[in-house]
């Protein structure tokens, strides 16, 4: 490994660090009730800041209300260069989708977090990529919380191509998150309109998913040749190949571990060759970003 500058990117009107942190598994298992050690998830979470992330996705209903407690409990006041995102209209057990709903999920955001505004907010579509007048009701109430101050940015997740088109064509989009990693890139369209506008695409479950056995990242033969041929994790293989595939992905993988947390940021500094890059762009062969 090779040191480099730390890359950055625009997410609304604030630039971070391409590497962040998803801070759902600080909550129990299934992101409900709270974390066997409060007191390490603290920890971690002062950790990442000291590390220099300086990008923080939460949810309300991740407990619910438990990891954003943590990460007031952790740091606030916050750091002026802390972009903390969160998102509404999912729920662990039911959507919250309506537009009074979404503003009443981004005031239980802000109260649980003790803060003034956030960086940026998803809205979180169901993923049946329909444009119409409930997706425009449900923008509206978004753009309203903006431009109220309430957050910094309106985001989208599990965002159709038609969908953020849509969206982006009537107000600023500062940034998408949608399920994409090294063994499912089907939110490629979408990725290639991010670059396009310059909008921050954060892929959620940058590392695969489901955890274990069944990873189809983690456990492809070609990221562990990979990874033992050049002396790294996995995990940073995996991480280094979203880095390197566009300049608007933001990273937030997620971990209770803070010895994982400082391995993935460890993954900024991977030079992926030639030959490893050919490699793994054929683990899941669909059309990349030129």
Not at 61 to 70: A, H, K, R, T
Request: hydrophobic share 45%; glycine share 8%; charged share 20%.
């Amino acid at each position: 490994m090779t040191a480099r500058a730390m890359s950055t990117f625009p997410l609304g009107l604030r630039r971070v660090r391409r590497s962040g942190y998803g801070a759902m598994q600080l909550a129990g298992p299934w992101a409900v009730n709270p974390p066997a050690d409060r007191a390490s998830a603290i920890g971690l979470l002062r950790a990442a800041v000291t590390a220099g992330i300086d990008h923080i996705d939460t949810a309300q209903y991740y407990g619910p209300d438990v990891v954003n407690d943590l990460i007031r409990e952790a740091l606030h006041p916050y750091p002026p260069e802390l972009a903390i995102v969160s998102k509404v209209a999912a729920g662990l057990a039911a959507a919250h989708d309506e537009p009074r709903q979404l503003r009443q999920g981004i005031e239980d955001n802000l109260r649980s977090l003790r803060a003034d505004q956030m960086a940026a907010v998803n809205l979180r579509l169901p993923g049946d990529g329909r444009v119409d007048a409930r997706f425009d009701d449900q923008l509206a109430a978004m753009v309203r919380a903006r431009d109220e101050g309430l957050i910094a940015g309106v985001g989208l997740s599990n965002v159709s191509l038609g969908q953020l088109r849509h969206a982006a064509n009537g107000t600023d989009i500062a940034c998408v998150q949608n399920l994409f990693h090294l063994a499912d890139r089907s939110a490629t369209p979408v990725l290639r309109e991010c670059i396009d506008r310059a909008i921050a695409f954060v892929p959620f479950c940058p590392l695969g998913l489901p955890r274990g056995a069944a990873n189809p990242v983690l456990t492809s033969p070609v990221v562990l040749q990979t990874a033992a041929r050049l002396g790294v994790t996995p995990p940073q293989v995996a991480l280094q190949w979203l880095l390197q595939l566009a300049p608007n992905i933001l990273l937030i993988p997620g971990t209770a571990s803070v010895a994982h947390l400082l391995d993935n940021l460890a993954a900024e500094d991977v030079t992926l060759d030639d030959r490893a890059r050919r490699q793994l762009d054929g683990v899941q062969r669909q059309q990349l970003p030129a």
